[in-house]
């Protein structure tokens, strides 16, 4: 916890003031959800229906996003890293 940022330190305590929620909302998760394909991006609207759903079952919701992702010039694009080739673990298995 040493090397927090403010801003991390400041949303711990307001989230800890906070009564408790129902679902934690992993917003870049969810707005990269099935978009590992070409042309692939961030979608908002995928967030914006996840979080409809659980308004409509009156479950409270908390949206994590890194303020990155509502930059106006946010690149939107899904990176593509390189895989890493893994050896099987155990190779004399039948």
Do not use: C, M
Not at 68 to 78: F, G, M, N, Q, R
Request: no cysteine.
């Amino acid at each position: 916890l040493d090397n927090e940022s403010a801003g991390f330190r400041r949303f711990r305590r307001w989230l800890r003031a906070q009564d408790p929620y129902d679902v934690i909302i992993d917003g870049a998760n969810v707005g990269f959800n099935n978009q590992n394909h070409e042309g692939g991006q961030f979608q908002y609207h995928q967030i914006d229906a996840v979080v409809q759903h659980f308004r409509s079952t009156r479950q409270k919701a908390l949206l994590v996003l890194h303020p990155k992702w509502l930059k106006e010039d946010a690149d939107l694009s899904v990176v593509r890293r390189k895989r890493r080739k893994f050896e099987p673990i155990a190779k004399d298995l039948p």
